[in-house]
């Protein structure tokens, strides 16, 4: 699955918490979330997927996507 990260994105840092291994907030400037792995293999990795899933469902601003046919 691809994930990538909106313009709407205020830097909660939820996802960070969940997917440490794919999200980062910087503290500065902008605050900004950043997609540390911007491709996963839902089969090889499930649990990444998994947890990642769980992040882009959980932000508040919506501003996380997915390439998967999934709906939050």
Do not use: W
Not at 12 to 18: H, I, V
Not at 28 to 56: N, W, Y
């Amino acid at each position: 699955m691809d994930v990538e990260v909106t313009d709407d994105c205020e830097g909660y840092g939820r996802c960070a918490e969940l997917a440490p291994e794919v999200f980062t907030v910087p503290d500065e400037p902008d605050f900004q979330t950043t997609v540390l792995r911007p491709s996963i293999d839902e089969e090889a990795e499930e649990e990444l997927a998994a947890r990642t899933i769980a992040a882009i469902q959980q932000c508040p601003k919506r501003a996380l996507r997915t390439n998967l046919d999934v709906h939050f």
